[in-house]
């Protein structure tokens, strides 16, 4: 069946550090969004992708959605300890979001 | 504004013993609802979704079940609970059907249910 799979489980990295988490989809997306969830709290939405090849930048993060719409990837640049949590990519087939298991991250000061 | 609410925030409950879980969103019409179930570090697993009244599809078998019997009301329901039931509940909403139109999905607060 549909499936996003999504690596790392966790990455733990000092503050200034770089990340990224990956997601890649058996089957071709119609989109793909980001969440961050928050120790405690509920999933937020970050962005949608929709083109194949899309590039999205919001401040240190950095969304692309891959030629052929079946993986994605989250870079954060210089991470802060205000990047922590799990995110979760969401892949959308039809009236369905498929969601990666999520990558969990923690930024030591 | 839309707000998306859910009750109870928490719930212990016996195993065998009925579930109800509610999910209400104001300002909005004919959304798409979803009932998520979260286990404790992992991921979000779909559980049902409904694009309309009394329409609901389920994507696991399982001795849950919802309803929606007003158009912003969507309600989760079990007559007997299990203990592989426990986890974090999440109801959310979103608007558009159309591949590339916005179809943001907007997350309730969310049920902690543990049962024991």
């Known amino acids: 069946g549909q499936q996003v799979m999504q690596i790392p489980q966790y990455q733990h990295v000092q503050e200034g550090e770089d990340f990224t988490t990956y997601c890649n989809s058996s089957?071709?997306?119609?989109?793909i969004q980001w969440y961050k969830q928050r120790p405690g709290g509920h999933p937020v939405f970050l962005i949608q992708l929709v083109k194949s090849g899309e590039v999205k930048k919001q401040k240190r993060l950095t969304f692309q959605f891959g030629e052929a719409k079946k993986n994605s990837s989250l870079h954060i640049t210089a991470t802060q300890t205000t990047d922590v949590g799990t995110y979760f990519c969401?892949?959308?087939?039809?009236?369905?979001?498929?969601f990666g298991s999520g990558t969990k991250l923690n930024v030591k000061p | 504004s839309q707000t998306i609410h859910q009750w109870p925030a928490t719930l212990v409950q016996p195993v065998g013993s009925p579930l109800s879980l509610e999910c209400t969103v104001e300002?909005?019409?004919?959304?798409?609802l979803y009932w998520y179930r979260q286990a404790a570090g992992r991921g979000l697993q779909l559980l049902f979704y409904?694009?309309?009244?009394?329409?609901i599809s389920s994507e696991v078998p399982q001795n849950l079940s919802a309803s929606r019997p007003q158009d912003r009301q969507f309600i989760l329901s079990s007559k007997k609970l299990l203990l592989s039931d426990s986890g974090f509940y999440l109801c959310?909403?979103?608007?558009?059907?159309?591949?590339?139109?916005?179809?943001?999905?907007?997350f309730g607060p969310g049920t902690r249910l543990t049962v024991l």
């Open positions: 969401a892949g959308r087939r039809f009236n369905k979001f498929y």
């Open positions: 959310a909403w979103s608007v558009s059907l159309l591949a590339g139109a916005p179809d943001t999905q907007y």
């Open positions: 409904s694009v309309g009244i009394g329409q």
């Open positions: 300002g909005t019409s004919n959304p798409n």
């Open positions: 089957t071709t997306l119609s989109n």
